[in-house]
Structure formats: structure tokens, C-alpha cells
């Protein structure tokens, strides 16, 4: 890995504490001492989760892309799609049913879809780099 790539990592692993101070704030949600209604609940949870899972996906990624010389640059680029979604998804989750007891997502939703697609670009760039690589080394 370059320098700046282990400061980057180094810099999102120091983001997990967010993720894990997101923790006790479902915890308050839960126990009730943060009112929301049902549908809050479930967005900060899904939210949550897709920030954990999302972030620990981004970093193998980054890590298996990091272990070829021939991995091409626009395969790592692109690989990095899924930390971006990291931040998008959970965003949208969390943004998009803001306020006292909304009924339904507000537009901010479109950011979960904008995640998706990052995700979805991120995995498709960086396996298929991958396999490239792979092949050029067999």
C-alpha cells in the first residue's frame, strides 16, 4: 500500500468510532430515552448496519487491491466506491427521516440510492480488476 492509502485507512478505521458512537445512540433510541417512531427506528438501524458492514467491505477491498502491482489504477479508483457508499448510505438512512415523527423518507432517501450505485460500481470496478490482474499473473 502507498503512503497515502495507509493514511486513509488509517483515518477511516478512526471513523469506526462514529459507527460505534452510533451504537449507544440506537441504544437510546431503543430504551426509549431518544423518541422515534417506527419508522426512524428502522432507518437507524438499517443505517447503522450498512455503515459497519460498508466500511469493513471497503477496507478488504482496498486491501486486496493493494496486493498486486498489476491491479490496474482505475480498478482501485473505482474500488474505493465502496467506502463512498459507506458514507452515503448510512447518510441517507439517517438524514432522509430527520424531524418529529415524520411519516415517510424525505428526499434525502436518494442518497441510499446514490450509495448503491457507489457500491455497485466500487465492487463491479474492483473485481473485475482483480481478475485482470490475476490473469496476468498466471
Known sequence: MSGSDL???GVILLIVVTVA?????LLRVGTGRVPANDLQRTFFRAGHAHAGVLIILG???????AQSDTVPAWSRMLGDGVLYAAILMPAGFFLS????????PNGLRA???LG?????V?????GLGLIQAGQAAS
Open 122 to 126: 466500487g465492487l463491479v470496478g474492483a
Open 111 to 113: 442518497l441510499i440510492w
Open 7 to 9: 493514511v486513509s485507512s
Open 59 to 65: 477496507l478488504v477491498v482496498r486491501l486486496l487491491l
Open 97 to 104: 427521516v430527520v424531524g418529529r415523527d415524520p411519516e415517510r
Open 21 to 25: 458512537y452510533g451504537g449507544t445512540f
Open 116 to 120: 448503491a450505485a457507489s457500491l455497485t
